[in-house]
């Protein structure tokens, strides 16, 4: 009878690995960027992966809400050019009905005495899975939202760029906003 005991004692240990696990991933995650000169704070629930480009460096997937297939994409880097060059860029990756322009809408805010600036942008996405320098296939995703940062830092420009299916970014507006937030720049 004694292996029944030693069987329950392995089952609840194991029970109790897995929930601490879950709670593990369910923390927010700090990292770092621009060789540690950049902290930030991703919030509880998104995945820290590797990261799809080596210009990236770190990367997050956001889960998907209720109704969407796939979820959204945080990539955090470093980068030249300014501001206005960058937020052109990113709306020339969106069409929006009938193929228009769209005009992003942009936050300006000041986090840790850095200007940072918030930029939305809402219609089909023009997805360059190889990379937007690389050239290659270009895939149209509609219905797609960008939220990205651009943070002007002593340290230099870093971009946040989360994108994904609308209803999964819409409902991830506040978390991003609390990432950007969570901008620390090392002295």
Known sequence: MQ???CLALGVVMA?????S??????KPTKFTIGDGKIALTAPAGWKK???????VEAEFSVPPVEGDETGGRLTAMGAGGDVE???ARWAGQFAGPA????KPQIDKLTVDGSEVQIVSLVGTYKDSPAGPFAGGKTINREN???????CQTKAGNYFLKLYGPKKTIA???????????SLQVSK
Do not use: T
Not at 99 to 102: D, K, N, T
């Open 99 to 102: 193929g228009g322009a769209v």
């Open 49 to 55: 992966v590797m990261p799809r480009s080596n210009i």
């Open 171 to 181: 409902a991830s507006e506040k978390d991003f906003r609390s990432l950007v937030e």
């Open 85 to 87: 060059a960058n937020i």
């Open 3 to 5: 292996w029944h005991k």
């Open 21 to 26: 696990a879950r709670a593990e991933e369910e």
């Open 144 to 150: 797609y939202q960008m939220l990205g940062a651009i």
């Open 15 to 19: 029970l109790a690995c897995s929930v």
